[in-house]
């Protein structure tokens, strides 16, 4: 069974966040298009709802493995976090919408004794439901530790541009 939410606020000191959302804000950081969720999953969204800008640092999964170069800007979370094994490493943003959309309750990962950790990188009011009705407001510098097998998902914002977190699945030693 999925442990409750940690929630940490304050999560890096002030400048080194200020100086991470900075260079991911910056004009020649590259983000990509990308669907939020397959089509069969998106049934309940129109098309232009159901897109957001990603950017991946980090992926070992089923013999792939890949490590962006970029992954330095992200590496004060990581540290922070101290994983035994980093998984996954990817920033979304996703625009504002007239109306809260939530996108569909999920686990980012399966692998047995994997952490989730949603890292906020702008306030606004978008937040990250999880199975359970509890949700965790958008708050610059935040970040929510779960287990990996906890369902969640995250809804956008409807007051400001954007929606950006960093999302990281890794592999923890035990508390």
């Given at each position: 069974?999925?442990?409750?939410?940690?929630?940490?606020?304050?999560?890096?000191?002030?400048?080194?966040?200020?100086?991470?959302?900075?260079?991911?804000?910056?004009?020649?950081?590259?983000?990509?298009?990308?669907?939020?969720?397959?089509?069969?999953?998106?049934?309940?969204?129109?098309?232009?709802?159901?897109?957001?800008?990603?950017?991946?640092?980090?992926?070992?999964?089923?013999?792939?493995?890949?490590?962006?170069?970029?992954?330095e800007?992200?590496?004060?979370?990581?540290?922070?976090?101290?994983?035994?094994?980093?998984?996954?490493?990817?920033?979304?943003?996703?625009a504002?919408?007239?109306?809260?959309?939530?996108?569909?309750?999920?686990?980012?990962?399966?692998?047995?004794?994997?952490?989730?950790?949603?890292?906020?990188?702008?306030?606004n009011?978008?937040?990250?439901?999880?199975?359970d009705?509890?949700?965790?407001?958008?708050?610059?510098?935040?970040?929510?530790?779960?287990?990996?097998?906890?369902?969640?998902?995250?809804?956008?914002?409807?007051?400001?541009?954007?929606?950006?977190?960093?999302?990281?699945?890794?592999?923890?030693?035990?508390?």
């Amino acid at each position: 069974m999925a442990s409750a939410p940690r929630v940490i606020d304050d999560f890096l000191d002030r400048e080194l966040f200020l100086s991470l959302q900075a260079k991911l804000l910056a004009p020649s950081f590259a983000w990509e298009e990308s669907a939020i969720l397959s089509e069969k999953a998106a049934a309940h969204l129109a098309p232009s709802e159901n897109v957001q800008q990603v950017h991946g640092f980090y992926l070992v999964k089923r013999g792939i493995r890949f490590s962006s170069p970029t992954l330095e800007i992200v590496r004060p979370v990581i540290n922070k976090l101290n994983p035994l094994a980093l998984l996954k490493a990817k920033a979304n943003r996703t625009a504002r919408t007239d109306r809260h959309i939530e996108y569909g309750l999920h686990v980012d990962t399966r692998r047995p004794g994997a952490t989730t950790a949603i890292f906020y990188l702008n306030t606004n009011n978008g937040y990250t439901l999880f199975g359970d009705g509890q949700q965790v407001a958008s708050v610059a510098n935040r970040i929510v530790i779960i287990d990996a097998a906890t369902l969640h998902t995250g809804a956008s914002c409807i007051d400001a541009e954007y929606r950006m977190v960093l999302n990281l699945n890794l592999m923890l030693a035990a508390p």
